[in-house]
């Protein structure tokens, strides 16, 4: 099978193709072929965007929880007792300086990295979901049955009928050739 498979780089496009005394059955091999490679493609894809989000996500945790248990200590001691339940702008500065101090926190630019990155795999995952058919392979021009009877192979009767006549004229033109050397040289030879 694997010797009537056809494999063509052009430019930026790879054509696959498969020979066959059958065009159905070379159809519905090209076709599956594609179909497998997009299917597993994805499925990797799918996959690897999984882990990395579950990993970026483990990540993302163990920076919160290391934040929280630092800053949120020591924001509890700066504002002490000063936060009453009906006491709004105590509170809302309390957030305003939990606020500032994440800014200001060497991980905010990791956090924001880790953000990111679970974003962009996410992106992925949706993509596989959305596009399955289409996620890996593009098919420009799908495979089909040819319509008509086409020749891909050369006219025999044609290239024999074209050697016929090219033998033909070449053979004139060099026994013409030749005689008319043999009389020059004959004309010479008389005088």
Sequence with gaps: M??????????????????????STAVDVVNKIIQRLNDVVAENAYEKAQKKVMHYQKQLFSF????????????????????SKGNDKNFNAVISYLQAQLMNSSSFSER?????NIQGNENIIMRVVSERDGF??????PASVPEKEEKIWPLHALII??????????????ALVLGFGQNVRGRRVLR
């Design 2 to 23: 694997k010797k009537n498979m056809i494999m063509e780089a052009r430019d930026q496009l790879t054509v696959i193709g498969f020979r066959s005394i059958d065009p």
């Design 64 to 83: 919160d929880s290391l934040f929280v248990n630092r800053i949120v200590p020591e924001t509890l001691s700066l504002t002490g007792e000063h936060v």
């Design 112 to 116: 924001q990295s880790l953000i990111g």
């Design 136 to 141: 890996a392979l593009k098919v420009f021009d």
């Design 161 to 174: 009928f074209v050697g016929f006549i090219g033998g033909l004229i070449g053979s004139l033109m060099l």
